[in-house]
């Protein structure tokens, strides 16, 4: 027996640990710990916290909001970013179904939440102009109802499973798989999420992965690095700063969003990757994924001033942060048949020296040369609204 | 003294119990146990449980749902319905205002909840399209603010009282005081509601008992047994099944649902039956209450796939489930007197083998008997929307 | 060191006292106690409540409900009202963002509640009829994340400070950092807001003070008493009893809110004030705040029947509590620069004798003496919609 596991939360067999704290002796991986707590007080009132330390890089789950990851630490490095809304916030203040459609914004601060399953995007709008999508849709504010931790001493991994359920009677029923891997000493983790239709008929889903980097990484003349196939700016805003769309400006109070639209090429192995490197080239944080998977990717530069939340957004996705019935005309809401599970994975990677960050550029660099890029210069019809 | 009681949660007096259990040596009813607890995790988390086992079945109750019944259990017959929404869920997950009006979807799995009390039925929009009553009211997401078990040696009951308000300053002050009853032993348990007007000014309320049951007792070929005075279907679609309303089909993915309004005939003493029995005749559940209180009566054939909610809905009301503007324009949105209080009955009996099945056949059938049928092949003007 | 402090909340350092008690001993001010605890059970389920005793003056603040004071005890004297919804209702059971725009009236029970910081009055809908901002705004629904006490031995005096962010990312980003302050044996509390705009850009407010007293203060024959410098009743049906705005009616079952608009007049420290006092002059309780810092003030007159809330209202404002929008038009939308903050204060006096009611009786009329009193008979457009 190399693996050991703890089950967190089973509601089905009313498990629910008030806190538990596994050190080396639990999980028999070097340098490792995992603490599960209920945090109290203010917006986070309710949430369940899980920390895995795995030696070197220290990462916070949040069980209560859809398996999110709020932030990561490397020694002194916060990764993530300083939302203005203090977060972690429990479902129950974040008001989704406030007519405006804006209501998920008052839970958004952590480092990558899941947007979707049912919808994603924009809020949606029917001819009366009554909310028929919220944006960014319901799962980063549903609570895991299973969440189990399994430490494997042989490879020195640490797997947190959670099960997450989004489901409306009469409507659609989708559960998200997610398990969250790390190493012992691994600058980085691992994500493989499976999406499964419930229901008896055809399912519909929307995903992105909304990975946010603010300060100390984001700064000034940080750069975004992607092997690019295709981009488009989302709108004209967007459109006017497109020949800088790879470098980050200082923040600027009152900055409008601007946000890129790309098909990114994969290496031989059919996995992309896509870089948010500081300005010295010190630095970085790196997400790379399947392409057959995760089609798309959103480059999103809020270079607002830093208390609004500077930050910078690198968004893998199935479909495009669009009003859901826009993605729908262009195809973008993929089917599910009934019973079917679709798999994503993606890999989160921290390089803390500049030798780590010039070998993913090069990498980058590697996939994108024997490419034709595409860049419009104008918003496309079918990719923006 | 023959009583005993015990005040689970009573707010006004800062009364509330973290978990307790009752055994036969406090409640003196040979063979029985309560159980309290606060369930964790999930979407239950936070919810109240109150489990009460007569000595032969088990029903679990929904303090923090507005004293709806969730489950009960005889031997390994699980009585109730598997909803692909995975209960007892807390209301501050139940997005009642969503402007859809369709959130209380995101709570349904009970085997019994109510539907109400300021209004139930599909949701009510204004002309500009904004919603006024969401879908089946407020009632089943309210927390009751007085819980107490009261156990009477000598008549070996047991009974549980929970009082819930329905209030809006300004608006409808409306008060339900629940008493769920049984007895040692009992295949079943007995419902009696007093809902008062709190109001120093009159008072309006819709009711409707959305009582639900699935596998293993639904399956093709079951049967709906009612004394039948007036029946319509609720529209063109369920008028096309309108010979078959007795007898359930089995589980179609992507079924629609179809729904039959009723008015039922009582017996000598006033009260009404209705069963549903399994293909076979060998176990059934059946629902008695006077017509003078809940004079209509709704079938509601769900035979979607398993996993979508496969389920039968036996409906006692004193509305239909149309739009509220739509009832009040059709005179059944009752109207209360200041400080008027009006009380529903129910007894809810289980038929766990063919003679108990074929007797309760026998009683309604012999309800019928004298009667001339209305039977409406197209729905009513009057009637459904 | 004369001063003591206990930090009760603190998110950032992950502190949260489940339930803590201070007596004599602890805050070393005669006759005093402070008891936090978590409320359990009804609506009230986790309101975190912090209950000060000053030794004469027993009050219960809220930091679950944007620092709201719930109600304050003199003897057997309950000072608040009396509304018909069971309070102190947790957020999660408030569904602020219902279409309709007035759930918080599901939360409306305290005898002080702030309305504001991004909104308040009365909803506001767009072109669509879809609704921009709810009844009264979010403030009182949302939790402090920090909440600490100090104890002033030498001063004699109790503090309660408590720090509550509104945040919208994207949006307005409001923080109200209230003290709450008491003295040994006073009659009564003074609290200091200040509110500071987080965001790197421009920010705006409004701010209103609900403060609501039932009976026994109120009674028909009750008076208000405030120096006039300009006064407009709300609408047509608060004109009708214009001339009789000094004096409290009995109940009556269906009566329909009346309010007035005023300007009042200070006294020379800037201060103004005002007064409810009971028919026979023998109790009262006052408001006092500097009319530079909230230049209206609004009383609401709801004379309904006792069970359905006969309250009335004393409301200190910065704005009127009309639709937003109009408020904007009319200049009355406070804007605040990058990191302002403004600060609003009050004193809250509860006046036991009919010695203590004519002192402050006779205050407020050397304030008015001087003045010459604009009333308008009829509503004025720039003041309500």
Redesign the interface.
């Known amino acids: 027996m190399t693996k050991k596991s703890w089950t967190l939360?089973?509601?089905?067999r009313?498990?629910?640990h008030d806190a538990i704290s596994l050190g080396v002796n639990d999980t028999e991986i070097s340098g490792s710990a995992v603490h599960f707590r209920r945090?109290?007080?203010?917006?986070?009132?309710?949430v369940d916290s899980l920390e895995v330390d795995n030696g070197k890089l220290r990462t916070v789950l949040l069980p209560t909001r859809g398996m999110g990851v709020w932030k990561a630490w490397l020694d002194d490095w916060e990764i993530g970013w300083k939302?203005?809304?203090?977060g972690p916030v429990h479902?129950?203040?974040v008001?989704?179904?406030?007519?405006?459609g804006?209501?998920w914004?008052?839970g958004?601060d952590e480092l990558l939440c899941r947007c979707g399953l049912s919808s994603n995007g924009a809020p949606d709008?029917?001819q009366?102009?009554?909310?028929?999508w919220p944006l960014h849709g319901r799962i980063a504010n549903?609570?895991?109802?299973?969440l189990e931790v399994e430490c494997d001493r042989e490879e020195g991994q640490i797997a947190v499973r959670g099960v997450v359920?989004e489901?409306?009677?009469?409507?659609l029923?989708l559960r998200l798989t997610s398990t969250w891997l790390t190493r012992a000493g691994e600058l980085g983790f691992r994500i493989i999420d499976e999406v499964t239709n419930?229901?008896?008929?055809h399912g519909e889903m929307e995903l992105l992965y909304h990975i946010n980097l603010g300060e100390p990484l984001l700064e000034p003349g940080a750069r975004i690095i992607a092997p690019v196939r295709t981009m488009a700016p989302r709108d004209a805003h967007a459109a006017e700063s497109l020949e800088q769309w790879e470098t980050f400006p200082p923040?600027k109070?009152?900055f409008a969003?601007q946000v890129y639209l790309f098909q990114l090429q994969p290496g031989e192995d059919g996995r992309t990757h896509a870089l948010l490197r500081n300005a010295g080239g010190t630095r970085g944080v790196s997400v790379s994924f399947p392409v057959a998977q995760l089609p798309y990717f959103i480059v999103w530069k809020n270079a607002?001033?830093?208390?609004?939340?500077y930050v910078c957004g690198l968004e893998p996705a199935i479909n495009f942060p669009n009003p859901r019935s826009f993605e729908e005309r262009h195809g973008r809401v993929r089917k599910l048949l009934?019973g079917e599970t679709l798999r994503f994975e993606l890999q989160f990677e921290i390089h803390d020296d500049a030798a780590g960050v010039e070998r993913t550029e090069r990498a980058i660099y590697k996939m994108q040369q024997p490419l034709t890029t595409t860049l419009y210069r104008k918003p496309r019809a079918e990719w923006s609204s």
């Open positions: 939360i089973d509601t089905d009313k498990v629910h945090l109290r007080g203010g917006l986070r009132d309710g939302s203005p809304v203090r479902p129950k203040f008001p989704i179904g406030d007519p405006t804006l209501g914004l008052d958004f709008f029917n009366q102009g009554r909310l028929t549903l609570p895991a109802h299973m359920d489901c409306r009677f009469h409507f029923k419930l229901s008896g008929t923040p109070p009152g969003e607002v001033a830093s208390q609004d939340g009934p």
